[in-house]
């Protein structure tokens, strides 16, 4: 049992750039990989990028490469978003995701929401133009 929670969203104009922090409690944070998701209204919830239980393998979403960064830190039980040259179309819920490390972790599998078991409870991020 993990409890994750999201902070850093807000408005920001289009070019601007926007912090996200997930912070986790209530069990080992290293014994899990993280995702961040966003859903826009009408649209469905879309992994944005991924990061493997100690940080040696990320992922992102083709729409955000070069723009956004994930990392965490362990010893923080923390993973973050950096998210630079925001556009409108990122404006969307973000909500920070978990999985037990154990389970195979491809990106076949961890695009989908139903890979996650663990949900933060989302943070507004809104791009104005």
């Known amino acids: 049992q993990v409890q994750l929670v999201e902070s850093g969203g807000g408005l920001v104009q289009a070019g601007g750039s926007l912090r996200l922090s997930c912070a986790a409690s209530?069990?080992?944070?290293?014994?899990?990989?993280m995702g961040w998701f966003r859903q826009a209204p009408g649209k469905e919830r879309e992994l944005v990028s991924f990061?493997?239980?100690?940080?040696?393998?990320?992922y992102y979403t083709d729409s955000v490469k070069g723009r956004f960064t994930i990392s965490r830190d362990n010893a923080k039980n923390a993973v973050d978003l950096q998210m630079n040259s925001l556009k409108p179309d990122d404006t969307a819920v973000y909500y920070c995701?978990?999985?037990?490390?154990?389970?195979?972790?491809?990106?076949?599998?961890?695009?989908?929401?139903?890979?996650?078991?663990?949900w933060g409870q989302g943070t507004q991020v809104t791009v104005s133009s």
């Open positions: 990061i493997n239980w100690n940080g040696s393998r990320t």
């Open positions: 995701a978990a999985r037990a490390r154990w389970v195979p972790d491809t990106p076949d599998r961890f695009r989908s929401p139903d890979f996650f078991r663990f």
């Open positions: 209530g069990d080992t944070f290293s014994n899990y990989n």
